[in-house]
């Protein structure tokens, strides 16, 4: 297996059809292939040709999606090899703050939340008890909630993170973003308006805006794992 100095790295940068290869503790690997490394480039922060080791320790997702393409050789002084330096219009602050990862804290809240709310509804409706109800409603709501603040980090790791990549899957995002959080603030003034909900006969209405939940949040969830992991 071919052993790559620092320099020979960095002539295989995908630039004028050359291979991209980035290394990572201690590895190369060949990402041409990968749709995240179109022309050298990766978010359009990160370059091919260089060791990006340190800069896995920033990432939102781990080196296991190195696992994903071919290992092209090891690389001989990774210590002196080039690094990612953050871009420089990031202020510092962003960058502290990036490092605490609050997108990927707050988002898993209201995924959790607004799809099980469906779910304790059928529970209700299939046992009759109230309290799935109740948990049912004060799903929806804490979910509705929770979108924003997770919708918000999400921009501020689109801005600084991803330097306002103009891609499709971005722009779903986002507008999905608004749409989840519109919708579910809708199915929790709806249930409210209603008031406490008969076990019978079914509120098909009712019923029908809980489960369109479900389906929403996972477009959303897989716009985002698209962002992080890329496309197998």
Same mark, same amino acid.
């Given at each position: 297996?071919?052993?790559?100095?620092?320099?020979?790295?960095?002539?295989?940068?995908?630039?004028?059809?050359?291979? %991209?290869?980035? %290394?990572?503790?201690?590895?190369?690997? $060949?990402?041409?292939?990968?749709?995240?490394?179109?022309?050298?480039?990766?978010?359009?922060?990160? $370059? #091919?040709?260089?060791?990006?080791?340190?800069?896995?320790?920033? +990432?939102?997702?781990? /080196?296991?999606?190195?696992?994903?393409?071919?290992?092209?050789?090891?690389?001989?002084?990774? %210590?002196?090899?080039?690094?990612?330096?953050?871009?420089? $219009?990031?202020?510092?602050?962003?960058?502290?703050?990036?490092?605490?990862?609050?997108?990927? *804290?707050?988002?898993?809240?209201?995924?959790?939340?607004?799809?099980? #709310?469906?779910?304790?509804? *059928?529970?209700?409706?299939?046992?009759?008890?109230?309290?799935?109800?109740?948990?049912?409603? @004060?799903?929806?709501?804490?979910?509705?909630?929770?979108?924003?603040?997770?919708?918000?980090?999400?921009?501020?790791?689109?801005?600084?993170?991803?330097?306002?990549? %103009?891609?499709?899957?971005?722009?779903?995002?986002?507008?999905?973003?608004?749409?989840? *959080?519109?919708?579910?603030?809708?199915?929790? +003034?709806?249930?409210?308006?209603?008031?406490?909900? +008969?076990?019978? /006969?079914? $509120?098909?209405?009712?019923?029908?805006?809980?489960? *369109?939940?479900? /389906?929403?949040?996972?477009?959303?969830? @897989?716009?985002?794992?698209?962002?992080?992991?890329?496309?197998?």
């Amino acid at each position: 297996m071919k052993e790559f100095t620092p320099e020979e790295l960095a002539e295989f940068n995908g630039q004028d059809g050359k291979p %991209a290869l980035v %290394a990572y503790g201690g590895k190369v690997y $060949d990402v041409s292939q990968s749709r995240m490394w179109r022309n050298g480039q990766h978010m359009k922060r990160h $370059d #091919a040709g260089a060791d990006h080791t340190e800069v896995f320790a920033q +990432a939102p997702h781990g /080196p296991e999606v190195l696992e994903r393409v071919t290992q092209a050789g090891t690389l001989k002084a990774p %210590a002196a090899a080039k690094r990612q330096p953050a871009p420089p $219009d990031t202020p510092a602050w962003a960058d502290r703050l990036l490092g605490l990862h609050p997108h990927p *804290i707050m988002v898993h809240f209201p995924q959790a939340f607004l799809s099980f #709310a469906p779910v304790f509804l *059928i529970l209700f409706y299939a046992t009759g008890n109230a309290a799935f109800e109740r948990t049912a409603f @004060h799903l929806a709501v804490a979910g509705a909630l929770l979108a924003v603040p997770a919708a918000l980090t999400g921009a501020f790791h689109w801005a600084f993170k991803y330097a306002r990549a %103009a891609g499709g899957v971005y722009k779903f995002k986002i507008a999905m973003s608004a749409v989840v *959080i519109v919708y579910s603030a809708a199915t929790a +003034a709806a249930h409210y308006s209603k008031g406490a909900l +008969a076990p019978a /006969p079914v $509120d098909a209405a009712m019923l029908a805006m809980y489960l *369109i939940l479900a /389906p929403l949040v996972a477009a959303l969830g @897989h716009a985002g794992g698209i962002i992080v992991f890329g496309k197998k």
